[in-house]
């Protein structure tokens, strides 16, 4: 999906740790993974999972859950923590 939003003119980003306080929530490190926000025309797409099932004390948390993936599309202007996104530029 994601070769597919390249080739059809979306750009992907990434959040970018600016603060001491983000950066510690996030285990040190500078800047979020990219490839789950993408822009183009003003639009970000963002790309999310969420858990279908309760979490049980006994399972493997790395394969534990049913989990759905989900895309949700914003206007950039109203996008929630817009500040903090970079995106790769336009070619």
């Known amino acids: ?10 750009r992907a980003g990434h ?3 600016k603060t001491a306080e983000n950066q510690q ?5 500078t800047r979020g993974p ?8 003003g639009i ?3 790309i999310e999972t969420k858990r279908m099932d309760d979490p049980a004390t006994s399972e493997d948390p790395a394969t534990a859950g049913g989990w ?3 895309i949700e599309l914003w206007p ?14 336009e070619q």
């Open 76 to 89: 950039e202007a109203t996008y929630p923590g817009r500040e903090f996104l970079v995106f790769q530029p």
């Open 34 to 41: 990219e490839g789950w926000v993408w822009l183009k025309n």
């Open 1 to 10: 999906m994601r070769r597919q939003l390249e080739a059809e003119g979306w």
């Open 44 to 46: 970000i797409l963002d």
């Open 68 to 70: 759905i993936q989900f």
């Open 15 to 17: 959040e970018e740790y």
């Open 25 to 29: 929530l996030h285990g040190g490190a």
